[in-house]
């Protein structure tokens, strides 16, 4: 199971490829991701070492038939790299949430989520809220998952604007400060007609 490359209005998403280095290391560095206890060439160093891992984990993951988890390219519609756009798995106590259950005492359960981040210079165009349109369309139709969540953290109006656009329910965490669990973004699966 693989996903393809998918093809928007306004965006493009698609598997990232070792000459992606540079522009993923910018990003990480543009939006203050790095390590800033390390030099450049190191963080660099770490950013070859993660995209190596992610590249391999689309064989493996395919070859285990798991979803197709991990970070994509987003790209304009001059084919630039304008960020990264992701499956990822979440871990958390999600039937704490009001909409999931409001039960306090919950255990943590996994969940398919989003991750999104773009390079500053591309902010507030709705590109993150539309490549993470096109993988939500597509983990619903050929994963025939129930729900997709998303989680940022209270202050990231940002991120939860795109979690509106994309039509996410909102959630705040009823419980003590979680990084990531703080805000919750809740998109169920389309109504079957």
């Known amino acids: 199971m693989r996903l393809p490359r998918l093809e ?3 965006v493009a998403v698609r598997p990232l490829e070792a000459s992606d280095l540079q522009a993923c290391h910018d990003l990480y560095n543009e939006i203050g991701w790095s390590d800033s206890a390390l030099g450049e060439a190191e ?3 770490l950013r070859r ?3 190596d891992w992610t590249l391999r984990s689309y064989d493996q993951l395919a070859a285990l038939h798991q979803p197709p988890y991990g ?8 084919q630039r790299f304008v960020g990264l756009v992701g499956i990822v798995p979440r871990l958390e106590p999600f039937e704490r949430l009001p909409g999931l259950g409001g039960r306090p005492e919950a255990r943590r359960t996994p969940e ?3 991750f999104w981040a773009v390079r500053p210079a591309f902010q ?3 590109y993150a809220a539309a490549a993470a349109g096109l ?3 597509w ?3 050929t994963l025939g998952l129930a729900r997709i969540l998303a989680g940022t953290e209270a202050d990231n109006a940002a991120s939860i604007g795109v979690m509106r656009r994309l039509g996410m329910r909102i959630e705040p965490n009823p419980g003590p400060p979680s990084p990531g669990f703080d805000v919750t973004g809740i998109l169920e699966a389309p109504k079957e007609p």
């Open 8 to 10: 928007g209005h306004q």
């Open 43 to 45: 963080n660099l160093a």
């Open 49 to 51: 070492d993660w995209l």
């Open 71 to 78: 970070e994509r390219a987003i790209l304009d519609s001059d």
């Open 112 to 114: 398919v989520g989003l």
């Open 124 to 126: 507030g165009r709705g």
């Open 135 to 137: 993988i939500s369309a």
């Open 139 to 141: 983990l619903f139709e």
